[in-house]
T-cell receptor, first 113, second 111 residues
Framework: KNEVEQSPQNLTAQEGEFITINCSYS?????LHWLQQHPGGGIVSLFM???GKKKHGRLIATINIQEKHSSLHITASHPRDSAVYIC???????????????FGKGTKLTVNP | NAGVTQTPKFRVLKTGQSMTLLCAQD?????MYWYRQDPGMGLRLIHY???????AKGEVPDGYNVSRLKKQNFLLGLESAAPSQTSVYFC??????????FGQGTRLTVV
């Protein structure tokens, strides 16, 4: 079983719709990241959060540490939001303070005009 | 401010050839990582570094070597490329427990 599970794998929406992407994880983490990857492009960090909720423009990210669950919401979706959204959790690597990101497989979002 | 820069962006290798991927960051980050991304799988950690002169193995290190002689650079080497190493490679950097910055990726094909 993957340490990070995302749902859905694929999501198609009409412009203007409210979008929710979910991420569940099975281990203790120090933080959770939401990332965006456009086709053929690099990866951009959207949010890093360890509790509560963060908002940036039309994007909202929430995390429930007790439930080991996070959601990414997009309000008033637009075709330019079409991308793969990736959830990643930050884990400690043994001793010494080093750490790594463990990634979900991503959710491919397509927003049609 | 360039952020994280990977070179090259594309490369085709023949089986058995060697090559080095360069990752350069200008944010004075301590942590640097090399990941590979394959269809249907999340990014997987190959090697990482927590500072100049230090490197460590990640989840899928076999067939790769790394070096971090300067804080700003993290090199990923393939000594004898295999078709299984066909992938998209991403470098990332960060401070401890902060947002990670990613390069644009290197698409490598081994034939």
């Amino acid at each position: 079983k993957n340490e990070v599970e995302q749902s859905p794998q694929n999501l198609t929406a009409q412009e203007g719709e409210f979008i929710t992407i979910n991420c569940s994880y099975s281990v203790g983490i120090s933080a959770l990241h939401w990332l965006q990857q456009h086709p053929g492009g690099g990866i951009v960090s959207l949010f890093m959060l360890s509790s509560g909720k963060k908002k940036h423009g039309r994007l909202i990210a929430t995390i429930n540490i007790q439930e080991k669950h996070s959601s990414l919401h997009i309000t008033a979706s637009h075709p330019r939001d079409s991308a793969v959204y990736i959830c990643a959790v930050r884990l400690a690597l043994g001793t010494g303070g080093s750490e790594k990101l463990v990634f979900g497989k991503g959710t491919k979002l397509t927003v049609n005009p | 401010n360039a952020g994280v820069t990977q070179t090259p962006k594309f490369r085709v290798l023949k089986t058995g050839q060697s090559m080095t991927l360069l990752c350069a960051q200008d944010m004075n980050h301590e942590y640097m990582y090399w990941y590979r991304q394959d269809p249907g799988m999340g990014l997987r950690l190959i090697h990482y570094s927590v500072g100049e002169g230090t490197t460590a193995k990640g989840e899928v290190p076999d067939g790769y070597n790394v070096s971090r002689l300067k804080k700003q650079n993290f090199l990923l080497g393939l000594e004898s490329a295999a078709p299984s190493q066909t992938s998209v490679y991403f470098c990332a950097s960060s401070y401890w427990n902060t947002e990670a910055f990613f390069g644009q990726g290197t698409r490598l094909t081994v034939v």
